[in-house]
């Protein structure tokens, strides 16, 4: 099949603060031959170092103004949009956004709409894959209009993906496992870098009409899948297989041990109940240049890429949810209640001050009272959030949306600010500040409660917040001092 002529084609990708559209950027950022534009609802968590490579429009698709500008001029247009997080209405969500962008696509003149679902069927499909099925099928519901390829995997191996960590989690924390009966349920999991060659060749290539394309290597079960990654991590695991596991108990035992909350861990078990098996041979068919790397591989090269402080993206990077996590309206200007704290550097130079408060948690923890910010996890994770244990994508540095354990990255004015926005369960707003002048460091934790009850769970936490954040500002300024 003759390929398509490879002149700068413009290529828009949505979802490009996400885990797949992230990668996707880069990987065509690297292949050249593309001018590229970026749809993301916040410019702010792109980072510095792209905004001279790309075009941005901001905003989102329950605009048809923005899908207008950001549709314009467009041959082919990446789909990587979901709002699995925004409540129980999502599916009605997922399937608005779609409807606009086919049809401002359309207006447009867009060639081609690249959309990547995911594997499985109607018939056995849980809440989320009828969610991603309908996507497919509202993108492609006008054939003689444009023309949708739509790729379709299963479980994601690669660095951050949620598949990964709660393999990686699991056996990294529990040498015996109790497993439900699902574990024998199989699939076809798919390195992230492969699904990555799929989507960009996608851009070039002529294919016919409509066209669904299952991808993944080959099939295997999820205890296999355990059990490989375990022989390359060099653990000896054992699974037991329970019958009495139920999807609820699962679920629970997922957010116990692996970073993912319970929303995204009760949809995984869903989705795991049944088979995910490719359908098709067009991988095979129209891209006949790529064979999906083996499984093993793949959980390599993601245990490299940690190893070397190399992750991309992670699953938490974006908020996936109807509005973006990160507003540049939320300033914790606004708060009512705070919690300030000046602290002369001592001789230790901004650079080194923010550079030590942009080491924060994750591996290295908070300091003495991490046991107290371990204990709010606990109590964060009990009631449905995040908690501690989603730790932070890289060592050392950080960038706008980065999730660190329970707060996020909301604001970064180098070697002068960091803001950390709370996303633990909380009755208000929170933020965490590190405002860093050149002869002192401001501490400010920032709350705006919600009613009565943030204004008692406020004063009730003050005496816990001075010994944390009392140690926090110091021991930022010791590490400032000791790496100067
Ligand atoms: N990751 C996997 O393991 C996996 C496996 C199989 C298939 N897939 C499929 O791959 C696709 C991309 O998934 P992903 O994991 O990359 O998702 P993700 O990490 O959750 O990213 C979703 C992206 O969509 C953006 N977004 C959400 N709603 C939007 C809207 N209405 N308008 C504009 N942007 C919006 C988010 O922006 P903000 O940053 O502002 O929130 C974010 O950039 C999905 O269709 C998914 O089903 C993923």
């Keep these: 099949m003759p390929d398509a002529d490879k002149q700068m084609k413009n290529i828009l990708i949505t979802g490009a603060t996400g885990y797949i559209g992230r990668r996707l950027k880069d990987r065509l950022l690297t292949e050249g031959n593309y001018n590229l534009r970026l749809l993301v609802r916040n410019s702010n968590k792109v980072r510095p170092s792209v905004l001279d490579q790309v075009e941005i429009v901001e905003g989102d698709t329950f605009n048809s103004e923005v899908l207008d500008k950001a549709l314009q001029d467009i041959d082919i247009a990446y789909y990587l949009i979901h709002s699995m997080e925004s409540g129980s209405d999502y599916k009605n969500l997922d399937r608005i956004s779609a409807e606009n962008f086919r049809e401002a696509a359309i207006r447009a003149g867009v060639k081609r709409i690249i959309y990547l679902g995911r594997l499985g069927v109607k018939g056995t499909a849980s809440k989320h894959l009828m969610s991603r099925i309908e996507t497919g099928e509202i993108l492609s519901a006008r054939p003689d209009r444009i023309q949708t390829v739509w790729f379709r995997a299963g479980v994601i191996i690669g660095s951050g993906s949620a598949g990964f960590e709660i393999i990686r989690n699991l056996l990294q924390k ?22 990555l060659s799929y989507l960009a060749a996608a851009a070039q290539k002529d294919l016919p009409g409509d066209t669904v394309v299952d991808i993944g290597a080959s099939p295997m079960s999820f205890r296999q899948m355990m059990t490989s990654a375990a022989r390359v991590m060099e653990l000896s695991r054992f699974m037991i297989p329970v019958p009495v596991l139920s999807p609820r108990l699962s679920s629970y035992w997922l957010i116990l041990f692996t970073p993912i909350p319970y929303k995204l861990a009760s949809a995984l078990v869903e989705g795991l109940k049944s088979e995910t098996l490719v359908l098709n041979d067009h991988a095979i068919r129209y891209f006949p240049e790529i064979t999906p790397m083996p499984y093993q591989d793949a959980v390599k090269k993601a245990l490299r890429e940690i190893e070397e402080n190399q992750v991309l ?17 939320d300033d914790p200007a606004s708060s009512v209640l705070r919690d300030q704290r000046e602290y002369p550097l001592n001789g230790a130079s901004p650079d ?8 924060l948690g994750g591996e290295e923890g908070w300091f003495h009272y991490h046991f107290l910010w371990q204990l709010r996890g606990l109590i964060d994770k009990v009631i449905g959030g995040y908690g501690l244990s989603r730790g932070r994508r890289e060592r050392g540095r950080l960038r706008i949306g980065d999730s660190l354990d329970f707060w996020k990255v909301a604001d970064i004015k180098e070697n002068k600010r960091l803001l950390l926005v709370a996303q633990m369960k909380l009755p208000g707003k929170a933020w965490l500040e590190f405002d860093i002048q050149p002869d002192k460091l401001v501490q400010t934790a920032h709350f705006i409660p919600k009613g009565l009850w943030g204004k008692i769970y406020w004063y009730s936490v003050l005496p816990l917040h001075h010994l944390v954040f009392t140690n926090l500002a110091k021991q930022i300024i010791l590490r400032g001092q000791r790496s100067a």
């Design 174 to 195: 529990l040498p015996v496992m109790i497993t439900p009966t699902w574990v024998n349920t199989m699939t076809q999991p798919i390195a992230v870098d492969d699904v």
């Design 313 to 329: 993206s992670r699953w938490c990077d974006s908020s996936a949810g109807a509005v973006c996590d990160i507003k540049d309206k």
């Design 352 to 359: 080194k001050i923010f550079a030590a408060a942009c080491s």
